[in-house]
């Protein structure tokens, strides 16, 4: 049984049903699991057709018509339309050469988003990968995957696994990972009415946070806003939805938000992300590495907050464009744009991985026990 969607005018209506049995016929233009449109027009004229998909009546789901009009555009030749009456025809869909071409599609758009930064965040970036490169599995696929973001380790980690396995249990390590985070930043919760100071957007953060409300834990957060991308508003944002009080902070005045300054309350805990753990430190968003020191000198521990596949030998600082700090800066007028930094080794308390709560160095030993183990 093929779906067939009859693409008629009521003028022209051939009064099909939505899906009938395709006779024997057509049965060599079309694949088992093919999805095709019978339609009358009088012309193979593509704008023509696109707009009789446009025109179609109500009853037809939006959905079912955004779908066609794309695979038309990706797929419009008209080779592939079968006639089956005067001025009556059949467009297969699905069929092998679609999907090859949609799937090719769906790669290069991952691509692109994660390079523009439409896709975010270590973890989201990592799963789009993922299932990238489950359309293209191949090792030039990966390399294109990597080389969107070679700052991202947790990206390239996550390819690696997925060499030897499969995409369902790739996908599966970020919830075993952040379910195990989430039970180790509960044993650091451990009085009422503390207060988290993070900074930028860590969905290991978050989530960890949300669960801690969930189970009853109470304390306020601050955070940063993080410019020039303003990422720590979606922090915010998240926190707020999850009637978690939080703060948010312009980003040069941490030192007021971590030292009880100008009415702030005692700080007692650095919550931060992580996009590399190195043996040496750990890389985040640029502005972590002076937050954790001024922290650690005021005794506030840091706590790293993130999953084990971040660990990597070594990382690229990525450096972007002047146009986000200021787009018409006066000539000769020269901007860095650092996006990333270092935070010391010594200035970090523990990494709470699914590894466990752990010392750096108690960190690596542990990972490289079994790196992708879980």
């Known amino acids: 049984m093929v779906l067939v969607v009859p693409l008629t005018s009521n003028k022209y209506a051939l009064r099909l049903p939505h899906t009938f049995e395709i006779k024997k016929s057509w049965e060599n233009n079309l694949n088992k699991d093919s999805i095709a ?36 555009d990706l797929y419009w030749t008209k080779k592939n339309f079968i006639e089956i009456h005067q001025n009556v025809f059949i467009l ?18 991952t691509i692109k988003d994660i390079k523009t930064l439409k896709i975010q965040g270590a973890r989201n ?13 191949t090792k030039e696929a990966e390399k294109q995957l990597i080389n969107a973001r070679p700052t ?31 039970e180790n930043v509960l044993k650091i919760l451990n009085k009422k009415n503390q207060v988290i100071f993070t900074h930028c957007h860590s969905t290991n953060v978050v989530n ?13 957060v601050y955070n940063t806003e993080t410019r020039p991308l303003y990422q720590g508003r979606i922090t915010t944002k998240r926190l707020k939805k999850a009637k978690i009080p939080v703060t948010s902070f312009v980003d040069s005045a941490a030192k007021v938000a971590l030292t009880k300054e100008q009415g702030t309350k005692k700080v007692d805990f650095v919550f931060l992300g992580s996009d590399a753990i190195l043996e040496n430190g750990v890389i985040n968003k640029i502005g972590s590495g002076m937050f954790a ?35 018409n800066r006066p000539e000769k007028v020269k901007i860095r744009n650092p996006a990333f930094e270092k935070i010391d080794k010594k200035h970090i308390k523990r990494i709470v991985s699914e590894l466990g709560i752990l010392t750096l160095n108690q960190f690596i030993k542990e990972f490289k026990k079994n790196p992708y183990d879980f």
């Open 37 to 72: 449109l019978i339609f009358q027009i009088q012309s193979l004229d593509r704008k023509r057709f696109i707009n009789k998909i446009g025109s179609l009546e109500k009853s037809y789901m939006k959905e079912i018509k955004n779908k066609i009009k794309k695979l038309i």
């Open 92 to 109: 297969p869909l699905f069929n092998k050469h679609m999907a090859n071409a949609l799937k090719e599609r769906k790669f290069r758009k």
């Open 125 to 137: 970036i990592a799963k789009a990968a993922i299932k990238a490169y489950s359309l293209k599995p």
């Open 152 to 182: 991202e380790p947790m990206l390239a980690n996550a390819l690696k696994y997925y060499e030897k396995n499969n995409k369902e249990k790739t996908l599966k390590h970020f919830d075993f990972s952040q379910e195990k985070i989430n």
């Open 208 to 220: 960890a946070l949300i669960n801690a409300k969930k189970k009853g834990k109470k304390f306020e």
């Open 293 to 327: 020191e001024i922290a650690y000198n005021n005794k506030i521990p840091v706590y790293i907050i993130a999953d084990s596949w971040k660990f990597t030998k070594q990382v690229k600082l990525e450096e972007r464009q002047f146009q986000e700090i200021w787009k």
